[in-house]
């Protein structure tokens, strides 16, 4: 018995420490997608094809399209029915602009010091950093808003 009474302090204290470092590993900087580059070529109707390869990987990733003004897609993506991100792609001749809008269950924090260096960088005692805009949410954000891009620069530049 008083072995156990021993362990449980340890194991709660265990835990209060190792909980932080659990969730520095699961949050990131808000990566920002400006410019980015879909059709590699100019064309009159660059805008157009940008947009019908945005929409043709919107399907192929699992991707919705919430609405479409023809010039900005509202894009909402839910995994296993648990986490849900909602972006803005707006669509600028042959190149885009991702906007983070809202999400549910990715970590998302907005006006966040870092402590714990999850910025990236060297993390300095004593010394907090802010990151991109203070905005951090989980990796796979970054992920699958590069992966949808990808896909749709690859479409997009194949049927050239």
Known sequence: MSRIVRIIPTALLLLV?????????????????????????????????????LVNATEK??????????????????VRKKHTVVVDVHIRGKAVDVDYVSSENMHYQKDVQDTRGVCGGERIPGLTARCADGEVIHPNYGAWVSRLLRIASRAANSAN
């Open 61 to 78: 990733e699992k991707w919705e399209i919430v609405s479409d003004d023809g010039n900005t897609l509202r894009l909402k993506r839910i």
């Open 17 to 53: 420490l190792v909980t932080p470092l659990a969730q520095a590993a699961n949050i990131a900087p808000i990566k920002t997608f400006k410019d980015v580059i879909i059709l590699k070529q100019d064309a009159p109707d660059a805008a157009q094809k940008t947009h019908d390869a």
